[in-house]
């Protein structure tokens, strides 16, 4: 048995093998000579106050005792099996491919966008020069959302067992194994891509399918079961439809609000991205310190404004601002960055909620799609206050504050470009206020972060799904369509890359359970 040890270490000692090392076997009263094997299996930085601190747990082998061996993913081959269609190949679509393979079943996923080299050309297109394909960008193509995400893995699920799960599949198919130790573990938008088409490798390898340019455009429904679905001009026959869309696919909730399919309106969060210099909010987070041997500094924050919620969301150190939208007639941005997050900046989403009564308004001509319709409206008109060319609306967090129009704006990451914008004259006035005010206590909270250096960014407007497509509780399956099976954060049952491949995992399971 291995002996389990936690250390608390400068983080130049924690950087150092052969220092933790030493000072482990001390802790134990044996020489360094008799540790076969140091593995860590948690990491994670104290910075609540001066001096910052890394706290190390290890794994101590002791003389020539071996590890216990890795699972090993024995993916089964499903040719001939029964197939099952997954509409979109985002972390829940893919999952839910893998599961079922390990169920015995023949996944087929039909994907509007292109494969990630192809989409990577399409992505760099939307930045250089403003154009943009609706079928293949940030949140369309091969790994959905998840590709050229930032890769921050979290989940609030309790099921740990199944968590811990998908960050070994993640590792199987060529991410860090640093992941299954870290606090806060973390890919990389350079490292997604390989690994998303590492996984589409295994589901063809098996005999699976995962089809691209094929958008599905109606599904195919016989005495309340689905039955297929068309896609592209095809029809295409299957008993089981997996549905994991995504939340930017306003077409598909569209289609199934005209195919009588039930939706339910749901509350969400929208606001703005902020910019900060990573080196203050280094300077900030590590009590001015200095970096070395740390990672890029982050933070979360959370104010209650007048009962609402504002909080930060998807907070990027050493990131990059991106457009993010899936329709020219937007503006959506969102964050992400590289392994090393090494850029010069620190971005994260400032959101608040949308309550169910904040679109009530909308709901006579839109009935459950009236969220959706409030959130286009808000891209729509940050798109009008940026002009052409996804050129994003911005104004320095210290004017945004005293609602004044900042003459000139600092350097953002975002590569489109950023044009000066009075934010409170065209988002709904709730909002802003409650944005208003949350930086405000942000600023009290956090010494340093209100700046005239940090700029907001306009619109974060996808952080979850302003709709649900309803399941049954044990079914998993749509409540009125038999053999459809709403999945992830199109459904409104995930919220980010874990969570959503957790859910296409639960689909999987659902699909055998209820053959
Ligand atoms: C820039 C950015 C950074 C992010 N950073 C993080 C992060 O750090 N951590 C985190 O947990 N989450 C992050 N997210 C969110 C995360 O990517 C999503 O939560 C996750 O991808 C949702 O998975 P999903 O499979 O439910 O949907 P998606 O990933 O949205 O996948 C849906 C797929 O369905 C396809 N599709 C849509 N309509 C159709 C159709 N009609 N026919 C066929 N295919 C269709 C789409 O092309 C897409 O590939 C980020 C998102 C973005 C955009």
Known sequence: MPQTITLTLSPQQAASPEVY???????VGISKDRVALARIVKR???????PVKVNLTLELYIDSEAPAPEEHFDYPDVSGHEEVIIVGGGPAGLFCALRLIELGYRPVVLERGKEVS?????VAVINR???LDPDSNYAFGEGGAGTFSDGKLFTRSKKRGDYNKALRTLVFHGADPAILYEAHPHIGTDRLPGIMTAIRHTIEGCGGEVRFGSRVEGLLMRDGAVCGVECSGERIAARNVVLATGHSADDIYLMLYRQGVALQAKAFAMGVRVEHPQALIDEIQYHGAGREYLPAASYTLTAQVGGRGVYSFCMCPGGVIVPAMTDPSESVVNGMSSSARNSRWANSGIVTEIRLSDFEHLREEWGELAGLKFRLELERAAKQ????AQIAPAQRLTDFVSGRVSYDLPQASYVPGTVPSVFGEWMPTFMYEALREGFG???RRMHGFMTREAQVLGVESRTSSPVRIPRDPETLMHVSVRGLYPAGEGAGYAGGIISAALDGERIAEAIARNK
């Open 441 to 443: 206590v942000f600023g």
């Open 21 to 27: 090392v030493a000072e482990a076997a001390r802790r």
């Open 129 to 131: 020069n403003g154009i």
């Open 44 to 50: 994670s930085v104290d910075a609540r106050k001066a």
């Open 385 to 388: 206050a940026g002009g052409d």
């Open 118 to 122: 192809a989409r990577r050309r399409d």
